[in-house]
Nanobody, 124 residues
Framework: QVQLVESGGGLVQPGGSLRLSCAASGRTSRMFAMGWFRQAPGKEREFVAAITKARGSTYYADSVKGRFTVSRDNAKNTVYLQMNSLTPEDTAVYYC?????????????????WGQGTQVTVSS
């Protein structure tokens, strides 16, 4: 079992930036691809970005491409999400996820472990 803990959320003005972190513990040997999802009130959980372990290959949702950057530090078992040029539409609870495969999936059901989420609110 992998435990994931997100941090770094908060309130930011439109146009601002935040950096989310997700620290993993437990059976990290079974943690390969890592991803970020978000869920706004009344909406389904949606894919944001993901990164593989071996090659660091990345994939982004169109809505965040060019604004968000996902990265990871395998030695620290940590994945990051740098979010720039934030808009109110980015307001959501952001979740970290890990997979036992090193493949990138946009479907939430394909991921194996989840964190509890961190709130990001973009408002003036």
């Amino acid at each position: 079992q992998v435990q994931l803990v997100e941090s770094g959320g908060g309130l930011v003005q439109p146009g601002g930036s935040l950096r989310l972190s997700c620290a993993a513990s437990g059976r990290t040997s079974r943690m390969f691809a890592m991803g970020w999802f978000r869920q706004a009130p009344g909406k389904e959980r949606e894919f944001v970005a993901a990164i593989t372990k071996a090659r660091g290959s990345t994939y982004y949702a169109d809505s965040v491409k060019g604004r968000f950057t996902v990265s990871r530090d395998n030695a620290k078992n940590t994945v990051y999400l740098q979010m720039n040029s934030l808009t109110p539409e980015d307001t959501a609870v952001y979740y970290c996820a890990s997979s036992v495969t090193d493949s990138l999936y946009v479907s939430a059901s394909a991921w194996d472990s989840w964190g509890q989420g961190t709130q990001v609110t973009v408002s003036s």
